[in-house]
């Protein structure tokens, strides 16, 4: 492992997460269940996805929206494997198929969420959710 090139992703990003973060407030970004936007997802520790390129962003599902500060995500990946593993879940978007990782998930604050990219139908949405929800394996 790169120590160096890590440590500097590291403080890359903890200078645009203080910077999302002394936002006032969302910007009138209106987010709806069903919706992907692409968020600032931050370099994460282990095995957390991580965002992508100079704004360490990644497209997320909102999969609730809590209030008009917090909701709850399931992070996207154009990386869909091959046998499908349990935690990835396939959406059709308006650029191609996506995979919606289930595992994943976590609450996001308005602040992070970029600009809107998509809608997922409401068959997909609902997929997600059984899938989501399955995971905890109900007895």
């Not at 360490?56 to 929206?65: D, K, S």
């Not at 209030?67 to 990946?77: Q, V």
């Not at 990219?117 to 905890?136: C, K, L, P, W």
């Amino acid at each position: 492992m790169d120590f160096q090139g890590e440590a500097e992703k590291f403080i890359e990003w903890t200078k645009k997460k203080v910077r999302h973060h002394i936002k006032e407030e969302n910007n009138g970004k209106y987010f709806r269940e069903k919706e992907v936007w692409w968020a600032a997802m931050g370099k994460n520790i282990g095995f957390e996805i991580d965002g992508k390129n100079d704004l360490f962003e990644r497209p997320v599902l909102i999969l609730q929206a809590y209030s008009k500060e917090t909701c709850f995500i399931l992070p996207l990946s154009s990386r869909i494997k091959d046998p499908l593993p349990w935690y990835q879940k396939v959406v059709r978007l308006k650029n191609g198929d996506s995979a919606v990782i289930i595992n994943q998930g976590r609450i996001l604050s308005s602040k992070r969420l970029l600009r809107k990219h998509d809608i997922v139908s409401t068959e997909d949405y609902n997929r997600i959710i059984d899938a989501f929800v399955g995971q905890f394996g109900r007895k």
